[in-house]
């Protein structure tokens, strides 16, 4: 029986929990975590998770050890970990901008690594999640990891060099999407709209459109132009939209988040 063990309770880490505890595999791990916060580690009683001392134990215990804390703390974590992690160990960081030529250099040259991308939609079972690893993980290793994100939501394996760029494409990309959200139900609000009405519909929008992005073989230059019929409605908007630089804005709020990322690798 594999152990799974998770330094960091917080709502990722209770996310993917929750979601390895969906799954007929979840019901076969073994499952440890260690938080700071006693109401956090309490939370995942309902999972059977064994809550660990300090990070030192929750490392001896599992075989997978999962890093789900910020990347702001990671440094202090891999100084108490680190001369615990042996290269049968298998550890999975969620934390930005994180390589694994970092977490090697804090524990061993051999040690395994898989670097994981997630979003907070995973609470729902909806996330999405972008995967690489080490050369040092194997097949059946990785596929573990794998599996128990895929148990949450969808996953695709990028190349390592890539995982900072993806931060802005999934990690970071719903809180954009909320912006957006809020920007039109704002708008129905300022024309006397519901706003709960307004929320559900545009909610459903965005379903629906993801829906063809993903379901449908049209490309996403042919579903612009299936919404916007000559001198109507959407063409109108959608020329507000190109004056104000909409594209080459999402364009730099990407470029900040890659930013970012690399200085958190520092």
């Known amino acids: 029986m594999a152990a799974v063990g998770f330094i960091g309770a917080g709502n990722m880490g209770y996310a993917i929990i929750k979601g390895i505890r969906g799954t007929g595999q979840g019901r076969e791990l073994s499952l440890f975590a260690y938080d700071l916060s006693h109401e956090a580690l309490n939370r995942l009683s309902e999972f059977g998770v064994s809550p660990c001392a ?6 001896k215990n599992s075989d997978y050890v999962f890093l789900a804390v910020k990347p702001q703390q990671l440094d202090t ?3 108490r970990i680190g001369a615990a992690v042996t290269a049968d160990k298998v550890m ?13 250099s804090k524990t061993l040259p051999e040690a395994k690594v898989v670097l994981v991308m997630p979003n907070t939609p995973l609470l729902l079972g909806e996330g999405a999640s972008a995967l690489s690893r080490n050369e040092n993980v194997s097949d059946a290793e990785f596929e573990f990891v794998r599996n128990i994100f895929a148990s949450c939501g969808k996953t ?29 139900i704002d708008y129905a609000g300022s024309a006397g709209i519901d706003d709960t009405a307004a929320k559900e519909l545009f909610a459903q929008s965005l379903v629906g459109s993801a829906k063809m992005l993903t379901d449908s073989e049209y490309t996403v230059d042919e579903l612009i132009k299936m919404v916007s019929s000559p001198g109507g409605t959407t063409l109108a908007g959608l020329d507000e939209l190109y004056k104000g630089k909409f594209a080459e804005t999402v364009t730099k709020a990407c470029e900040s988040c890659t930013r970012r990322a690399y200085e958190l690798s520092k």
């Open 92 to 104: 999975v960081s969620i934390c930005a901008g994180i390589t694994a030529e970092y977490l090697c």
């Open 77 to 79: 974590v891999m100084d």
């Open 156 to 184: 695709a394996v990028v190349p390592e060099n890539k995982m900072k760029e993806i931060i802005a494409v999934n990690g970071s990309s719903p809180a954009f999407i909320y912006l957006f959200a809020k920007a039109f």
């Open 54 to 59: 300090d990070e030192k134990e929750l490392v």
